[in-house]
């Protein structure tokens, strides 16, 4: 019961950290400011399949982020004069579900490699950090692809070695890693499976080339 507790409270530290004044500010960065605007053409248009800038086709960036930015947009009506939400609030507000996602992983995770109370230091640590502030506020890209990519990495440790003499999670944990890193690469592109492939390599290197994958 407790440990439901501090997920709860954690929870609730990254909405009161992340969420208040996401519209305050204009979008300042090149890359909030066009990745808003290609979620606003998305909608203009009613074309989610083809990311865009000036209604010309963007193929630098894949959809998924883009298609979160929609859903807060549409969610808030950020559009109307009479919803009370600004545009930059609904461009940054994913990241913002994404960061306190990230907290609950780290007590997730940390809860599982030594205990609840690890957990519970290592999310409010993380809290307490400068750079979450800056990028759990934005309305950029990285953060939601350093969360696939952190997740697709860590479920690959758990079918390669098990942990804390629990048995590897074998072929759920192989979904599930393949899972996360496709989101890293519908998020961001193929540098996803890049760096996934070279966590990989770097781990079968440190091994000797030896690496028994525990399926069952």
Partial sequence: MKEKYNYLLIALLGGLFFVPFL??????????????????????TG???TVQINYQPFWEKPPLFFWMQV???????VFS?????????GARFPNAMIGIATLLVFYS?????????????????????????LYFKSGIIDPTFNLFIFLGVWF?????????NSPAMGLKGAILSGLFIGLAILTK???GGLLWGLTFLSFWGAGGFKIQFLFK
């Fill in 189 to 191: 592109g193929p540098v």
């Fill in 156 to 164: 690959l440790a758990r079918i390669i070695t098990p942990i804390n």
């Fill in 71 to 77: 859903l807060a947009m549409k969610a808030f009506n």
């Fill in 47 to 49: 074309n989610y399949s």
């Fill in 23 to 44: 519209g305050a500010s204009h979008l300042f960065d090149w890359d909030e400011i066009n990745f808003a605007e290609s979620a606003r053409e998305m909608i203009l």
């Fill in 109 to 133: 995770i940390g809860k599982k490699l030594y205990n609840s109370k690890f957990g519970l230091l290592w999310a409010i640590a993380y809290l307490g950090s400068f750079t979450p502030h």
């Fill in 81 to 89: 004069d009479t919803s009370g939400f600004s545009p930059e609030f």
